[in-house]
């Protein structure tokens, strides 16, 4: 069974798309993951990515300090996370 | 660049190099030629030739129309309504202009909600922006029926013709009217500015002969403009062959690469433009294997652009940002041509793919 939690953080498009698909490969169908993520446009491709691949976006917000390893200071690019159910069938991938 | 354009403009070199507001014989000469090219766009755009202003270009027929009626209509509200997706010059001069920007929506095709705009341009608007069609993903705005909304709301419409003059008829439905001939196949250094007589608007800059284009616009490229413009709507049935090239590219792409999404809407779009967006693959690299075998497309992907954000216009639309390819169709693109991009294209995006490690993904 795979990490819950993906870091991208840094990583710039596609790259945190990719590193959550494979995450996604590696768990059982219906569990949440979790991503971090600083790049401008995972803000779109996280949700695009999955309604292509029927998974379900729970929630993107801010990432708290306390939840980000506290290494997120404030001079550095805002860091979000984002909430994903993988699809319950053999759809997720 | 249209040959015409660029017959008509070297002739209008050897004519029309004056000043056109110089009253000195070859000042005349100029003014007849910038006249007759005004006269030849309005009659093209089904406007009144004292409705045509000559601008510095596009981006500066957008910024002017924006600051001008929402300076006018200051007393009656500070509020521009705008789709989405509109060119990024017309948010920026909406930014600068309004009180408020009010944004409504589109859908996945990148069609806007027109129930949102219908309730939008009401109380306290200055001025409504809709584009005719999206340039970036093709899909045509039902300008129509948000016309018939501003007209009831007694709001004027600016409508950005830019991507449509010259592929599309842009019909009546507008009290502002951009058209862009550097898309057409015109020369850069001008553009076309339509303003119905009815529309109050006070200029935003210094006092100037022509408050459109402060100092005057170069008469070449008006006449260049026209020239092209009429020689583009004499040749429709070769614009509109590239509606089936089209057809062929969306058809192609959807069968031979996986994990594709092919954006825009299928059927009311641009007749030459097709946009699509590959997951897992960045668009830069895919825009540097496809520039290797001689194919030059655009991107909406953060990657390409300079302010590494990804193009508004598909974040609005809710499609795939990265792996984003744009494709615009010349005039003279041939099927044997489209052919040899299809051939091409599986392979590029499957080798960016596998440089990525997102093959088996």
């Known amino acids: 069974m795979g990490s819950t939690l993906v870091d991208a953080r840094g990583l710039r498009c596609p790259a945190p798309v990719i590193a959550l ?22 803000r779109h491709d996280i949700p695009a990515w999955a309604r292509m691949r029927g998974h379900k976006v729970l929630v993107t917000e801010p990432l708290a300090p306390e939840e980000g390893d506290g290494d997120g200071g404030a001079d550095v690019t805002p860091a979000y996370v984002t909430r994903v159910r993988t699809a319950s069938g053999d759809a997720a991938g | 660049m249209h040959p015409v354009a660029q017959e008509a403009f070297l002739a209008a070199l050897e004519q029309g190099w004056a000043d056109p507001r110089r009253l000195h014989a070859e000042g005349r000469r100029a003014r007849l030629l910038l006249d007759g090219a005004r006269e030849a766009l309005a009659e093209m755009l089904g406007a009144r ?6 601008t510095a270009g596009h981006t500066a027929s957008l ?11 200051r007393r009656v509200g500070g509020r521009v309504v705008v789709s989405a997706v509109e060119r990024a010059a017309v948010l920026a001069a909406a930014t600068l202009a309004a009180d408020e920007v009010v944004t409504v929506p589109v859908d996945r095709t990148g069609r806007l909600d027109l ?16 584009q005719h069609a999206n340039g970036e993903v093709g899909t045509l705005q039902p300008v129509a029926a948000a016309f018939e909304a501003t007209t009831r709301a007694g709001v004027p419409l600016l409508v950005d013709a830019g991507a449509s003059v010259g592929h599309v008829d842009v019909g009546a439905h507008w009290d502002l009217l951009a058209a862009d001939p550097s898309d057409w196949g015109g020369i850069a250094g001008v553009g076309v500015l339509a303003v119905r007589s009815r529309v109050r608007t006070t200029p ?14 170069s008469v070449p490229a008006a006449v260049a403009a026209a020239a092209s413009l009429r020689a583009v709507l004499a040749d429709r049935a070769r614009s509109e ?14 069968q031979t690469v996986r994990d594709v999404e092919i954006v825009g809407d299928p059927v009311d779009r641009l007749p030459h433009v097709v946009t699509f967006s590959c997951l897992y693959v960045d668009g830069e690299t895919l825009l540097g294997e496809l520039d290797r075998k001689g194919f030059a497309v655009g991107s909406g992907s953060a990657c390409t652009s300079s302010s590494l954000q990804p193009s508004h216009v598909l974040a609005a639309m809710g499609v795939l940002t990265h792996g ?3 494709i615009a169709l ?32």
């Open chain 1, 21 to 42: 698909a494979r995450a996604a490969r590696e768990v059982a169908p219906g569990t949440v993951l979790t991503v971090w993520w600083t790049d401008p446009a995972a």
């Open chain 2, 324 to 326: 984003n390819v744009r």
């Open chain 2, 115 to 130: 129930r949102a705009w219908q309730d939008a341009v009401g109380l306290d608007v200055a001025l409504a922006a809709l």
């Open chain 2, 63 to 73: 910024h002017a129309a924006v600051a001008a009626v929402a300076r006018a209509r």
């Open chain 2, 330 to 361: 010349p005039v003279t693109a041939t099927p044997d041509d489209v052919e040899a991009f299809c051939a091409v294209l599986p392979r590029a995006v499957a080798e960016v793919r596998r440089m990525a490690g997102a093959t088996d993904l």
């Open chain 2, 241 to 254: 062959a590239r509606r089936a090239l089209v057809d062929r590219i969306r058809e192609q792409v959807a």
């Open chain 2, 49 to 54: 030739t004292e409705e045509i202003h000559l």
């Open chain 2, 204 to 217: 935003t800059g210094p006092e100037d002969e022509d408050p459109w284009a402060p100092g005057g616009v």
